[in-house]
């Protein structure tokens, strides 16, 4: 079962910081999605290890979708194993911390960066607060982006 509590205890432990168990991503498009496949594992979701699964165990091992945007989105939503990360998207009012967030920041057409939420306030965009990689967030509020589109996932684990 997945423990929100220590997906958000993991973010909060390495929003500013690397883990040295994992590359860091940041000069290979970007280290977001690395870091929220990093917060899920911390709460508990079994890596699953198949071709086109959700895992890691070195730079060179490890599945798409742990770290590329669109993979994570494609692989969570599909999945119907018992292990890897399961997803759905949802709305605002269905959301709760440990559950994901990814954003299009541009007019482009892929979804560009993935945080995963770890405070919510109220059900309004000024009160949800995400923490990530990339450029390095704790708690930023998710109105302070510049957002052209988003999707909320709710992990289903």
Same mark, same amino acid.
């Given at each position: 079962?997945?423990?929100?509590?220590?997906?958000?205890?993991?973010?909060?432990?390495?929003?500013?910081?690397?883990?040295?168990?994992?590359?860091? $991503?940041?000069?290979?498009?970007?280290?977001?999605?690395? *870091?929220?496949?990093?917060?899920? *594992?911390?709460?508990?979701?079994?890596?699953?290890?198949?071709?086109?699964?959700?895992?890691?165990?070195?730079?060179?091992?490890?599945?798409?979708?742990?770290?590329?945007?669109?993979? !994570? $989105?494609? *692989?969570?939503?599909?999945?119907?194993?018992?292990?890897?990360?399961?997803?759905?998207?949802?709305?605002?009012?269905?959301?709760?911390?440990?559950?994901?967030?990814?954003?299009?920041?541009?007019?482009?057409?892929?979804?560009?960066?993935?945080?995963?939420?770890?405070?919510?306030?109220?059900?309004? *965009?000024?009160?949800? !607060?995400?923490?990530?990689?990339?450029?390095?967030?704790?708690?930023?509020?998710?109105?302070?982006?510049?957002?052209?589109? !988003?999707? !909320?996932?709710?992990?289903?684990?």
């Amino acid at each position: 079962m997945y423990s929100r509590k220590d997906a958000i205890e993991y973010a909060k432990e390495w929003w500013n910081g690397r883990n040295p168990v994992y590359h860091n $991503f940041d000069d290979l498009g970007g280290d977001c999605t690395n *870091f929220v496949s990093q917060c899920l *594992f911390a709460g508990v979701i079994p890596m699953n290890v198949k071709q086109y699964g959700w895992f890691y165990y070195s730079l060179n091992y490890r599945a798409p979708s742990w770290t590329g945007v669109d993979e !994570f $989105f494609s *692989f969570a939503i599909t999945n119907k194993d018992y292990v890897g990360v399961r997803a759905k998207i949802c709305d605002l009012y269905q959301i709760e911390i440990g559950d994901v967030v990814q954003l299009k920041l541009t007019d482009e057409r892929e979804f560009h960066h993935s945080l995963i939420i770890t405070k919510i306030d109220s059900f309004d *965009f000024s009160d949800i !607060f995400v923490t990530g990689h990339s450029n390095n967030v704790y708690n930023r509020r998710l109105s302070s982006y510049s957002i052209k589109d !988003f999707r !909320f996932l709710k992990i289903l684990n």
